[in-house]
């Protein structure tokens, strides 16, 4: 299963937490297709009929099928710039 990171914890949720987000939001993450970056991450209200959901620290992820078999040995991170902007990486976890 996917692993967030603490940073990512803080990021998700500082995204989240947003005013106009409701309380049960997350962070979608969702496979792109061929010729493509490999995901697509977006807010979304809820998760989606079959998403995993993972839950962190009040940090709440939704996977489609997709991503979820390809990130289940993953952990994902979050770094934040001077201007407050968000980039998430992947990394593999180490046994």
């Known amino acids: 299963m996917l692993t ?3 940073n990512a914890v ?3 949720r500082a995204l989240i937490s947003q005013p106009e987000q409701p309380p049960e ?3 979608r993450i969702m496979g ?3 010729g493509a970056p490999p ?3 977006a807010l979304a209200d809820t998760p989606a009929d079959g998403d995993q959901v993972i839950e962190a620290n009040g940090a709440r992820v939704f996977l489609t099928s ?3 078999a390809v990130l289940a ?3 994902l991170d979050a770094e934040v710039d001077g201007q ?3 980039a998430f990486t992947v990394s593999t976890l180490l046994a």
Do not use: R, W
Request: net charge negative; hydrophobic share 40%.
């Open 84 to 86: 407050g902007a968000v």
């Open 73 to 75: 040995d993953k952990s």
């Open 10 to 12: 803080s990021a998700i």
């Open 25 to 27: 939001s997350g962070l």
């Open 66 to 68: 997709d991503a979820a």
């Open 39 to 41: 995901f697509q991450l």
């Open 32 to 34: 792109q297709g061929e």
């Open 4 to 6: 967030l990171t603490d």
